[in-house]
């Protein structure tokens, strides 16, 4: 068993062990060096090193013997593996990077299907089960639109808003991820197990959970399965809530961790969209009627990726890894930094459009109208294309209105 292994089993220990949650397990690994020396820990050392009360570091131990007793770490692993799965710790290359550095975001994830670090340039769509045939259409033209522009749709993998994003990005021939508030074992809700299969097989994107393979769907789990959704992508959009819904707790969530909320209107009559309009009144949410308006606002946002390589490699450190551990590469060779992988993605992952931008740019600066003209494409077509090209660090915009291409 190779170090990685055994750490991932070490890490999966502290999340079956009752009372260690993830705020516990951060502060374990801190203060121990890594899971591995987190679990082997007995009473005194969890007080002195540890920082524990005699009574919590009673709990944690008992709560660790448990679960190496009952050796439900190695069962869990084996259920991993005959379902397909897989399992990726916060310190993991493949770990969402903009949910690594908040505070409480689970230390493991149970992951289906491809993970991709272009992920990060990424946008949550969420809204209401229960929504109307204007919801359902709206929310697919805005997650078609922008996955067609290469941002990757995150939801909830939920009937309603949800299942309409998720569908919309596939068959845009975008990426889309689908975060469940159940165990990967038992997909919850069962009519989308289609839904699943699709995203992991034909499109290369993924399903994900942070709970164990075979827990059912609990209500106490979708507030958490929010705070994912909202702690991996640069913003959310929202498209039918109503005042008190789930939804509203992921742009909540969204709008404390500093990440771009929007909100699309609905009738003023309506109740379902009656908590969109109370976030665009409360000036906590921008309104959005276009995916291009969606890529212009996270464009402006020019957020600072957090919690990229740095932590990693501390984190491989601390648990005696190398880079050359995962997996055999280094971090060069898993794609440079997360700033050349994820804001520079300069030279790969463009859609038609977008390289036909790029080409026509090519003999020096342009004006929007120039390029309308050169590309034939639509203007609204072509205002999302030079968004997602300037997120992506391809174009800027000079004076006088001039798009350049960076050099």
Not at 51 to 72: C, H, N, Q, Y
Not at 206 to 222: I, L, T
Request: aromatic share 4%; charged share 25%.
């Amino acid at each position: 068993m190779s170090k990685e292994e055994k750490e991932i089993l070490a890490e999966l220990v502290m999340v079956l062990a009752k009372g260690i949650g993830p705020k516990t397990g951060d502060k374990l690994v801190d203060a121990m060096g890594s899971a591995s020396a987190a679990i082997g820990a007995d009473i005194d050392a969890l007080v002195k090193v540890g920082g524990m009360t005699l009574k919590s570091a009673t709990k944690v131990r008992g709560a660790i013997k448990t679960v190496l007793d009952e050796k439900a770490h190695e069962q869990e692993y084996e259920i991993v593996a005959k379902h397909g799965a897989r399992l990726v710790c916060v310190w993991d290359h493949d770990y969402p990077r903009l949910m690594r550095p908040v505070t409480g975001r689970p230390r493991i994830l149970w992951v289906k299907g491809e993970m991709q670090v272009r992920d990060a340039v990424s946008l949550a769509v969420v809204g209401a089960r229960k929504c109307s045939t204007y919801g359902r259409e709206q929310a697919a033209r805005f997650a078609g639109q922008v996955a067609a522009a290469g941002v990757c749709v995150v939801s909830g993998g939920a009937k309603g808003i949800d299942s309409a994003a998720h569908w919309a990005a596939l068959q845009a021939g975008g990426r889309t991820i689908a975060v469940l508030g159940s165990g990967l074992g038992k997909p919850y809700p069962k009519d989308n197990i289609e839904l699943f299969g699709k995203i992991v097989h034909e499109q290369g994107g993924s399903v994900m959970s942070e709970y164990p393979m075979m827990r059912g769907p609990q209500a106490e789990n979708f507030p958490a399965r929010n705070r994912i959704i909202a702690a991996m992508t640069m913003g959310t959009l929202v498209v039918e809530a109503a005042k008190r819904s789930g939804a509203l707790i992921t742009a909540r969530q969204a709008n404390e961790m500093g990440r771009e909320v929007m909100a699309v209107p609905g009738r003023v009559d309506s109740a379902v969209s009656g908590g969109c309009h109370e976030m665009i009144k409360g000036g906590w949410a921008q309104m959005v009627t276009s995916g291009a308006e969606v890529l212009d606002v996270m464009m402006e946002q020019e957020m600072v990726l957090q919690g990229g390589d740095e932590v990693l490699a501390g984190q491989l450190e601390k648990d005696g890894l190398s880079s050359g551990d995962m997996d055999g590469k280094s971090l060069d060779e898993m794609g440079g930094t997360v700033e050349e992988q994820v804001v520079g993605v300069i030279e790969q992952g463009y859609s038609e459009s977008q390289r036909l931008v790029l080409v026509m740019l090519e003999g020096g600066g342009r004006s929007f109208d120039e390029l309308v003209a050169m590309t034939e494409l639509e203007a609204g077509v072509l205002q999302g294309e030079l968004t997602m090209l300037e997120i992506r660090g391809a174009v800027k915009r000079a004076g006088g209105g001039v798009y350049q291409r960076k050099s």
